[in-house]
Nanobody, 118 residues
Framework: QVQLVESGGGLVQAGGSLRLSCKAS????????MAWFRQAPGKEREFVVG????????SYADSVKGRFTISRDNAKNTVYLQMNNLKPEDTAVYYC???????????WGQGTQVTVSS
């Protein structure tokens, strides 16, 4: 069972930055596709950024392009989400998710709260 633990959330002012971390269990993390989703109060969970099987690329939601960046350290089994120029509408619980074997993003962390004040 893949286990994911997010950290790094908090309260920041608009225009500020945060770096979220997600540490994964499993011996083959380097082969996992990883992604970040978020869920704001009263809204459905939405895609933020993630790896894709098609072409080995990375896809960003339009709302975060140019502001958020996904990266990873395979030696640490950790994926990061660097969030710059944060806006109040970025306020949400952020979740990381893993697809270890092309079965889909079915493994989820518990989430970390990001709150951006105006």
């Amino acid at each position: 069972q893949v286990q994911l633990v997010e950290s790094g959330g908090g309260l920041v002012q608009a225009g500020g930055s945060l770096r979220l971390s997600c540490k994964a269990s499993g011996p083959t993390f380097s082969n996992y596709l990883m992604a970040w989703f978020r869920q704001a109060p009263g809204k459905e969970r939405e895609f933020v950024v993630g790896n894709t099987w098609s072409g080995g690329g990375t896809s960003y939601a339009d709302s975060v392009k140019g502001r958020f960046t996904i990266s990873r350290d395979n030696a640490k089994n950790t994926v990061y989400l660097q969030m710059n120029n944060l806006k109040p509408e970025d306020t949400a619980v952020y979740y990381c998710t893993a697809d270890p074997d092309s079965s889909g993003y079915m493994y989820w962390g518990q989430g970390t709260q990001v709150t951006v004040s105006s």
